[in-house]
Each structure stands twice: as structure tokens, then as C-alpha cells.
């Protein structure tokens, strides 16, 4: 692989149900992060890591959590999704955490919550 | 806060020039710029730093006002392949995060 892949490519989901997406990136990135884009509202951080073993909040951490046990990997959790997380999720990763670096976004998944 | 973005749609004929204006509340230590095609993921274009400094990639060029807390995209000739939203991000004060602006939405015609 190369640069930025998210699994699943989209979902249908029920609510109340857990669901994890995932994000691998394979170009030693240390910091990674994860957004929701919604019509009209652009892209807003959802959470975020710096490096492994750290996590921090963005926006609208709310009813989403993360964890990143290595470089590679930052799994986002839904732990009862709702309607209102109907949404494009994006990853995305930068050489560095800390001010003004490229950040390289994966292709998104798509999710429906019911 | 999110940076507002102006316009929030331009339709453009193939060879025309376009601005896309990124204002923020905050004073910015940094603007991005990224450009979305439908149904991809955003891929960056450029950064620019506190300095007022300005970049060009292409026909592509950017400048930023940090006493003004605005940064502008410039599209010169446009081509087809332009077509797309583009989005600002900016980073301000301490934090090293971006925070998007809502988009503006790039059609570029024949």
C-alpha cells in the first residue's frame, strides 16, 4: 500500500450500534488525524494525534474516541452512533505533529446511521 | 471558529481568472489551501506562512495578510481541471491543529 487507506469504503449502520473505522498509513507519519465533512460545513477535526501514544480533541470530539498504540494505525470509534454521525469521514496524516505541515488525506468513508 | 470563505460558489469560462478570499477572527499563524474534486478525498496545494508571505504552484498563487487575518487564492487562466472546492485551513496562536473553512465551489466551463 501507499499513503492513506480507510476501511470500510462506506456503511450502512444502525443506530445504537458500535462501529470502528479504520486508517492505516504507511509514509512513518507522526501525526494523524480524523474529520467529518458535512454539506456546507466543510471539513471539522474530530480527533487528533501527534504522535503514538497520544491523543487530543478537536471540534467535535463528542461520541467518538480514538486510540493510536502505533505509528501506522488511529482507529475512530463510534461507540452508539446516531443519525446526526451521518457523515464522510476523512483520515489524514502529516510528517509532524505541530504547526503548518501538509496533511495527506485517505479516500473517506461514507456513513449512514439509521 | 471556523474562517468564512467568499464566494461560496464561481462559476468560471476556461481562460478566466478567479479569487477565492479566506478571512478569519483569529489571528493566524498560518493558512492552508486544499482543493476537493467530487467524490475525492482534499489534496493540498499550498501553505503560507506569517510574513505576508505569497506562494505559487502553477497558475496557482497565494497571498496572505497576517495583519488583516486574510489569505486569498489566486487562479490564473483557469483550466478545466481547476473544477473542484477548494478549502482554506488556518492555524492560529498555540494550537498546531487546522480549522477548515466551509469551501468554495470552483466550475469551470468551456
Known amino acids: 500500500i501507499a499513503g492513506i487507506t480507510q476501511a470500510p469504503t462506506s456503511q450502512i449502520l444502525a443506530a445504537g450500534r458500535r462501529m470502528t473505522l479504520r486508517c492505516t498509513q504507511d509514509?512513518?507519519?507522526?501525526?494523524m488525524y480524523w474529520y467529518r465533512q458535512d454539506l456546507g460545513l466543510g471539513l471539522r477535526l474530530i480527533h487528533y494525534?501527534?504522535?503514538?501514544?497520544?491523543?487530543g480533541k478537536g471540534e467535535v470530539p463528542d461520541g467518538y474516541s480514538v486510540s493510536r498504540a502505533n505509528t501506522d494505525d488511529f482507529p475512530l470509534t463510534l461507540a452508539s452512533a446516531v443519525p446526526s454521525q451521518t457523515s464522510v469521514y476523512f483520515c489524514?496524516?502529516?510528517?509532524?505533529?505541530?504547526?503548518?505541515?501538509?496533511?495527506?488525506f485517505g479516500p473517506g468513508t461514507r456513513l449512514t446511521v439509521l | 471558529q471556523q474562517p468564512v470563505q467568499s464566494p461560496q460558489a464561481v462559476i468560471l469560462r476556461e481562460g478566466e481568472d478567479a479569487v477565492i478570499n479566506c478571512s478569519s477572527s483569529?489571528?493566524?499563524?498560518?493558512v492552508h489551501w486544499y482543493r476537493q474534486k467530487h467524490g475525492e478525498a482534499p489534496v493540498f496545494l499550498m501553505i503560507?506562512?506569517?510574513?505576508?508571505e505569497q506562494k505559487g504552484h502553477d497558475k496557482i498563487s497565494a497571498s496572505f495578510n497576517e495583519k488583516k487575518q486574510q489569505s486569498s487564492l489566486y487562479l490564473t487562466a483557469s483550466q478545466l481541471s481547476y473544477s473542484g472546492t477548494y478549502f482554506c485551513?488556518?492555524?492560529?496562536?498555540?494550537?498546531?491543529?487546522?480549522?477548515f473553512g466551509t469551501g468554495t465551489r470552483l466550475q469551470v466551463t468551456l
Open positions: 489524514a496524516s502529516s510528517p509532524r505533529g505541530g504547526k503548518s505541515n501538509e496533511q495527506f
Open positions: 509514509m512513518r507519519h507522526n501525526a
Open positions: 494525534s501527534n504522535t503514538a501514544g497520544t491523543t
Open positions: 483569529k489571528a493566524l499563524y498560518s
Open positions: 503560507l506562512l506569517k510574513g505576508g
Open positions: 485551513g488556518t492555524e492560529g496562536g498555540t494550537a498546531s491543529k487546522l480549522t
